[in-house]
């Protein structure tokens, strides 16, 4: 499902006032899905050559994908995949949440350890990925002034 994290589907928060907003809805998903429990947190670094950028503080290397398999080698390009392991807690990620919320890094994934539950946040909303579509419905209708009026659900 898609969760909107500014009212009426605003885009990027102007002030402290819609900060709070979406960090506090970006925060009330995380915490519904993993409260108590650990976190990883996926954090992909787009590059042009396939050698890993060194050290980041995103956490430890995990892999790296290929973008596009162009027979050119010139056009290629990776995702470098950075991972930390985290305890979960309610505003711990408020700091990398406001950089996704400017659209300052893209891409963030926030999963369990064993990679049932995914939260995307993005600049706008978040995608959430849950087991069922039972524990989807719930969710929804818990949340559902947060839902896109879009028939689509965009």
């Not at 102007?14 to 990883?40: H, I, P």
């Not at 950075?82 to 305890?87: G, L, V």
């Not at 891409?107 to 959430?128: E, I, K, S, W």
Request: glycine content about 6%.
């Amino acid at each position: 499902m898609r969760f909107h994290s500014l009212p009426e589907s605003k885009r990027y928060p102007e002030n402290e006032s819609e900060y709070a907003v979406v960090l506090k809805r970006y925060n009330t998903v995380l915490d519904e899905l993993f409260a108590g429990g650990d976190v990883y947190v996926i954090i992909p670094v787009w590059a042009a050559a396939a050698e890993v950028p060194s050290s980041r503080s995103d956490g430890g290397y995990w892999q790296t994908l290929p973008v596009n398999d162009d027979p050119d080698p010139e056009f290629r390009s990776y995702w470098h995949l950075f991972a930390a392991r985290r305890s979960w807690r309610y505003g711990c990620l408020d700091e990398r949440l406001r950089d996704v919320a400017d659209d300052k890094v893209a891409g963030v994934l926030v999963t369990d350890p064993q990679m049932r539950r995914l939260c995307h946040p993005y600049d706008g909303g978040a995608d959430v990925f849950l087991t069922s579509p039972e524990e989807r419905d719930r969710m929804c209708d818990r949340h559902a002034d947060w839902l896109s009026s879009h028939p689509l659900g965009f």
